[in-house]
């Protein structure tokens, strides 16, 4: 099948390189021709593993492409993706300039029938609009269909080729068809490809990560709670999570959730409800609580130097909000590291992947090293933000020789409490500074 995906950010990106990775012939269009210029340079603009390898082998075989022609895109494809950005305005809603610009132009290049699939996140109500504006534009015949993503940055790749169902939303039978024959690859053991209208398709993306940025915001409230009451907040969430009908999935308690999803789709709901008149208490209070929970960590730090880390130096391993991405957008570490350098402490921060990132967000006030153990020289305290793997075991004995003081605040729970007492340092977690 041909193919087009309009927008190379990271959904449009995973998507178009899964499909080619099932013979279709693909390609990916953007306006932004310095993107488009790495890409067919061989490099790529967005860090998720094993996705630059599958990019190099289908363009070898000429299954995918990557151009600024986004008209010609459009007239040589039978469906069309359209995966651009939806930023979240300054009172939750998402921007729908750039969706509605790509269904402009695809109104615009008709050239026979076309099946226009929304793969952005977008509010109840966008199928309707893009096909609305298409239809403004042609007499051409067209389906839109609302086909959400559910990725997680870090396993996008186990997520789109293994998914734990496929959401469709379509009225016509014919778009529903397309659809499923796409994504039959992907569905062999039998995992559900669900058929059901375009607003129930574009609600069930938001209301996913609603509950699970819920689950979050809860559990991260029980940790607080149990740093005031003197309870272990990892036999709390044993407890918790053995109970069949929660499960242990999103019952971590740490430094807040960032991210493109979760913060987004969180207020875009909150915006959806005050636009039909219904206040949403429990995702305002979900959205309150995460805004608290980062910085969290911070109290604990001021509480342990007395209010005062002028001078102070920290380590802190890990920027990006969650392991196996670069991404920064609302990472914790921001507000973490934001609020100590207004205290007047001095930073110095590693990670994996998110380097570069953190220095488009903080410049040149914090220093970067890519060694863990050089951002330990020296420091006052090490704040763990990222439970990157590379994090989990270090040389206590080392670290603890390295550090001007053996103090380790855990904004993730990586650590064995007791472990790390054991060797000599003072530790602060999220929850469990009982030392139970």
Same mark, same amino acid.
């Given at each position: ?6 927008? @190379? ?7 178009? @390189? ?58 040589? &494809? ?24 790509? *269904? ?50 870090? @396993? !996008? ?12 939303? !379509? ?35 938001? &209301? ?31 407890? %918790? ?28 709901? *909150?915006? @959806? ?68 350098? &207004?205290?007047?402490?001095? %930073? ?5 992947? !998110? ?52 103090? %380790? ?20 977690? %999220? ?6």
């Amino acid at each position: 099948m041909r193919i087009a995906v309009i927008g @190379t950010g990271y959904v449009g990106l995973v998507v178009g @390189t899964c499909f080619a990775e099932t013979g279709n012939t693909i390609v990916c269009a953007d306006v932004d021709q310095k993107k488009i210029d790495l890409l067919n340079g061989g490099g790529i603009p967005i860090y998720e593993p094993g996705l630059e390898e599958l990019i190099r082998r289908n363009v070898a075989e000429e299954r995918l492409s990557f151009t600024t022609d986004v008209a010609q895109a459009v007239k040589d &494809a039978t469906v069309i993706f359209i995966a651009v950005g939806t930023p979240q305005g300054d009172d939750g809603s998402a921007d729908l300039q750039y969706v509605l610009a790509v *269904a402009s132009t695809i109104g615009e290049n008709m050239n026979g029938y076309k099946l226009v699939v929304d793969k952005s996140t977008v509010p109840v109500g966008t199928a309707r609009k893009v096909a609305a504006t298409i239809a403004s534009k042609t007499s051409e015949q067209f389906d839109v269909v609302s086909n959400p993503e559910f990725l997680k940055e870090g @396993t !996008a790749l186990d997520d789109f080729m293994k998914p734990d169902r496929v959401v469709i939303g !379509a009225d016509d039978p014919r778009a529903a068809e397309i659809m499923r024959e796409l994504y039959a690859p992907f569905v062999r053991t039998n995992k559900p490809i669900l058929i059901m209208d375009p607003e129930s398709a574009e609600l069930t993306k938001y &209301a996913a990560n609603s509950l699970l940025a819920t689950r979050i915001s809860f559990m991260n409230e029980i940790a607080q709670l149990c740093d005031r009451v003197g309870a272990s907040f990892s036999k709390v969430r044993e407890g %918790i999570g053995t109970d069949a009908r929660l499960g242990t999935s999103f019952l971590f308690a740490g430094v807040g959730y960032g991210g493109s999803c979760f913060p987004k789709d969180v207020r875009a709901v *909150a915006k @959806t409800a005050r636009d039909h008149d219904f206040e949403f208490k429990i995702l305002d209070a979900v959205v309150d609580v995460n805004e608290r929970q980062k910085s969290y960590l911070v109290e604990k730090v001021m509480r342990h130097y007395g209010g005062d880390v002028a001078g102070k130096r920290f380590a802190v391993w890990g920027l990006s909000f969650k392991p196996r991405t670069d991404d920064m957008r609302e990472a914790p570490s921001l507000t973490i590291i934001n609020a100590l350098l &207004a205290a007047g402490a001095t %930073i110095v921060a590693t990670d994996p992947e !998110a380097i570069e990132e953190a220095k488009r967000h903080l410049g040149d006030r914090i220093g970067y090293t890519n060694k863990p153990m050089e951002a330990a020289d020296g420091a006052n305290a090490l704040l763990l933000l990222t439970e990157w793997n590379e994090f989990r075991n270090p040389d206590f004995d080392q670290l603890k020789g390295r550090m001007q003081e053996p103090v %380790i605040f855990d904004g993730r729970n990586v650590y064995s409490p007791a472990r790390v007492r054991e060797r000599g340092f003072t530790y602060y977690g %999220i929850g469990n500074d009982s030392g139970k």
